[in-house]
């Protein structure tokens, strides 16, 4: 049963158990007044007995008062009181498992086997994982809010804050029960994962003097460092954002007896990072450097990293000189099982099939073929052979991020590759997608090429296709507090400590598209956007080849196409890439509050998902002068690639594109990237095709005073 159905399900369970406790209601008002004696007892039983429903207002509520000082305890009264007098073994009938999940979990706290509170946590760690599943699994079997968030409050006093809140926000994720909820965003919560070093001890200083501030943050290197010119693309904190919540929502160690199978998890794992690599090659290009390198195990690590971020507790983020070589790391992998586990996942491609663990052979050679791959490199609890094929990218981030203490010999803490909200900042990151997406390219390359058949649409022609408005982008000063970055005495008076740092935004602008459409009766069309740069660091022309693989998904929607001519006006804040800011922990707090007071409900469904690139940054940087890309857009079948009933009228979730829609399927039967992500051979090029069109654009940059 999917995620979706069995929410309606649950519902309808709901509705009809609300209609019958009114029947029950007035029967028991009825036999009160005939004989009150009776009537009135059991009356009063039955209200007693009715639990009272939750406002959404009230579980966004309650959950920014649990991630509000991480590090502290508790600051709401009542949860605090709760976290005090709740034990989740007491009554298992609260749980669908019958309470297996938090009899396990309570064994290990009564035990004081769990990692103590004030210690870094890394999901990487096996240990820490396995913790933090632990308590995902009490919360996914909770049966009502009010046991989810007593689980909730007890556990966030008992358990490592790291272990908690990743357990928590996953969690509130993929319950039913945590519908509706926006979660904080995290570098308000645990600031120093996502700030300076320098600016946290400021901080510091501002709460010691008791005068607040506000202090600029800078990006990591100078200006004697190449990667300086792009350190603001993967040191962006809502890049940061997007990267860690898209492995919230799509987890390696999800498994489908938690309620739902994720779709496409594979297939999605390559078109999010082969997207992230691309857009960092066109910021790249953007700045006059040439696309990424790809790491290889047996070559050298030539750009170093200096984080220049600590730990909350743990110290600080190791660093990486430049020019070093892999090492073998000590309890986790030597260079040459890396080697090993690239040559068998090669192999597979080269041969066109899978061997899965029982023998089977599963066919990659089909559009499929991308999904199974993608499960198998990442790797996930849906690889169809882990034992074999190993866990090539799982393993991968934690050999980059400890070759600054290869050998354990410093005791230094994890790498920023070994958190997905800090993996970014480092510009071998990028390096490493490039290597696993020249992977996926080889079996990409290797599939048959589209026909004119396959891109074709029926009757459909495309016009024109043009920007209203000017691709213009800009760099802008960003506030968001760092007062959980430090610690509050009680006593003490609270005062605003922010961190400011420049981001990469644009301005606003609309797609005009103009279709005909030849049939005689209403078609749907699906319309793919792409922009693919036109040169390289050089001024060279790419080829049409060699662009297909750089160019930038920043839309996919649907369209009801009407007999004779159709303008299509779309917006880029309509994008179904990206997700618009999320509102600030304080902000959340008091909407929540507010409505909470004064009995009223709230809508948070634009912020309910966090994984999306952020808006602002739906376009590359560009430069001064303008900068060359082409704007592609295909319209395609979309009666025949459509997977739900009238995909025009639905948002998807949003940002269906790069995060699908947990519990369905994804709406495009289509391979994501379709049409660019494989050859095309016919009597004509795909761009004479009458439903395909490119254009040039230009991409402008507005300097400022302090560009990074």
Known sequence: MS???????????????????????????????????????????????????????????????LVDRIYDNIRDPELQATAESFKPDEDLSLYSDDGAAAQRLMAEVNGHTLLQQHNWFSLFNPRHREEALMFFDVLIHCKTWESFINNAAFFRAN?????????LYVGVIHSPLGQGIALPPLYEVTPHMFTNTEVINKAYTAKMTQQGGEFEMSFTGTLKNKEQRVAYFGEDIGMNMHHVTWHMDHPFWWKDSYGYHLDRKGELFF??????????????????????????????IY????????????????????????????????????????????????HGYIVDKDGNIIDLMNEHGIDVLGDVIESSMYSPNVQYYGSLHNV??????????????????????????????????????????????????????????????????????????????????????????????????????DALTLRLNHHEFNYSIDVNNNNEQDVLGTVRI?????????????????????????????????????????????????????????????????????????DLGKHERSCGIPNRMLLPKGKSGGMEFYLFVAVTNGEEEKTMDNP?????????AHCGIHGEKYPDKR??????????????????????????????????????
């Open 159 to 167: 358990m490592n804050e790291g272990v908690f809140l990743y357990g």
């Open 530 to 602: 792409f922009l693919c740069p036109r040169r390289d660091s050089s001024g060279l022309k790419f080829s049409w080849e060699e662009r297909r693989w750089f160019c930038i998904e920043t839309d996919k929607f649907w369209k009801k196409l009407t007999p004779g001519a159709n303008h299509i006006v779309r917006s880029s804040s309509d994008s179904s890439v990206t997700v618009p800011d999320m509102p600030s922990l304080e902000a959340l707090m008091k909407q929540a509050s507010d409505a909470v007071a004064n009995g009223v409900e709230i």
């Open 303 to 350: 750009e170093g990293f200096a984080p220049h971020t600590s730990y909350k507790y743990g110290g600080e983020f190791p660093a990486r000189p430049d020019n070093v070589r892999f090492e073998d790391v000590h309890g986790v992998a030597r260079v040459r099982d890396m080697i090993i586990t690239e040559s068998r996942i090669r192999d597979a491609i080269a």
């Open 3 to 65: 995620r979706v159905e069995y929410i309606r399900q649950v519902r309808e369970l709901i509705a009809i158990t609300a209609s019958m406790r009114v029947l029950v209601l007035c029967t028991l008002v009825a036999a009160a007044a005939a004989w009150p004696s009776i009537g009135e007892e059991l009356l009063e039983e039955f209200q007693n007995d009715s639990p009272p429903s939750v406002s959404i207002a009230k579980k966004q509520l309650d959950i920014t008062h």
């Open 396 to 497: 991968a981030h934690i050999m980059l991020g400890r070759q600054g203490d290869p050998h354990g010999k410093f005791n230094m803490p994890p790498g920023v590759m070994e958190h997905f909200e800090t993996a970014t900042r480092d510009p071998s990151f990028f390096r490493l997608h490039k290597y696993m997406n020249n992977i996926f390219k080889e079996h990409k390359d290797l599939l048959p090429p589209y026909s004119e058949e396959q891109v074709h649409f029926a009757g459909v022609s495309l016009e024109n296709v043009a920007i209203e408005g000017e691709l213009r982008t800009f760099f802008e000063k960003f506030r968001f507090s760092i007062k959980n970055a430090v610690d509050k005495g009680l006593s003490v008076e609270e005062k605003e400590i």
């Open 271 to 300: 078109w999010a990072h082969h997207q992230l690599t691309v857009r960092f090659d066109a910021e790249r290009l953007s700045n006059w450097l040439d696309p990424v390198d790809e790491l290889h195990w047996d070559d050298i």
């Open 671 to 708: 391979p994501m990237g379709y049409p660019l992500d494989r050859h095309f051979h016919g009597k004509h090029t795909i761009l004479d095709l009458p439903n395909v069109k490119k254009t040039l654009v230009k991409l402008f940059h507005d300097e400022m005073e302090k560009d990074p």
């Open 648 to 656: 025009e009228e639905m948002e998807h979730a949003g940002t269906h």
